[in-house]
């Protein structure tokens, strides 16, 4: 199956990207993974993109796309893939559609996850990651350390970064609201779209996930 997955920051795409491509045996290929692998190996794109995150500028579409399209281009990506953060706008759609149509080969779903916009500002707003060791995260609601402000593993001391800030969130959800939830509307006058709560235990929504692209893949 190829797929695009599209939800809001905090909707859990990273989590459910992982448990959906393990399930499908397909590559979870993220934006962040491909700038990451772009740039620690040098690649004429990683060069590209370096340069402009340096001097605090975006990265245009056409460097995410090429990067895309190399990693989309591997042999463990024939049978499928699942995209993460890419298209993340009507622009990037286009030129996905155009690659995967001069390749002969279409997407299958775009798999919509769907969260409301308050629960996003909780989730996000509300992690408390350690300082000592950014991996130990808490949450003020959903997983408390047994001592307030104090990391259950090492001790360390639990804080809030910038961007989890209840500002920046509502922030970034502006963006995503103008840049990339128009993608859903393109690809549903494609019948593309398969939308499922991500509210709920982490198995839960990868079932319901699963559930509906297999009834979506059966022609509903």
Do not use: W
Not at 10 to 19: L, N, V
Not at 122 to 130: E, F, L, Q, V
């Amino acid at each position: 199956m190829r797929i695009v997955l599209v939800g809001p920051p905090g909707a859990g795409k990273g989590t459910q990207a992982a448990f959906l491509a393990k399930n499908l045996s397909i590559p979870h290929i993220s934006t962040g993974d491909l700038f990451r692998a772009n740039i620690s190996q040098q690649t004429e794109l990683g060069k590209l993109a370096k340069s402009y995150m340096d001097a605090g500028n975006l990265v245009p579409d056409e460097v995410t796309i090429g990067m895309a399209k190399d990693r989309m281009e591997k042999p463990d990506a024939e049978g499928g893939f699942l995209l993460d953060g890419f298209p993340r706008n009507v622009s990037q759609a286009e030129a996905l559609d155009e690659m995967l149509q001069s390749e002969s080969m279409k997407l299958d779903a775009v798999l919509d996850l769907e969260v409301p916009e308050e629960e996003v500002v909780k989730r996000i707003a509300g992690r408390r990651i350690c300082r000592k060791d950014s991996s130990h995260v808490f949450h003020v609601t959903y997983s408390q350390p047994k001592k307030e402000g104090v990391c259950d593993v090492c001790g360390g001391e639990l804080y809030q970064r910038d961007d989890d800030s209840e500002e920046t969130v509502r922030k970034r959800l502006e963006v995503y609201h103008t840049q990339t939830e128009p993608i859903i509307d393109y690809y549903k006058t494609q019948g593309l779209v398969v939308t499922i709560s991500a509210l709920g235990k982490v198995e839960e929504v990868t079932a319901r996930a699963m559930e509906a692209l297999q009834r979506d893949g059966d022609g509903k």
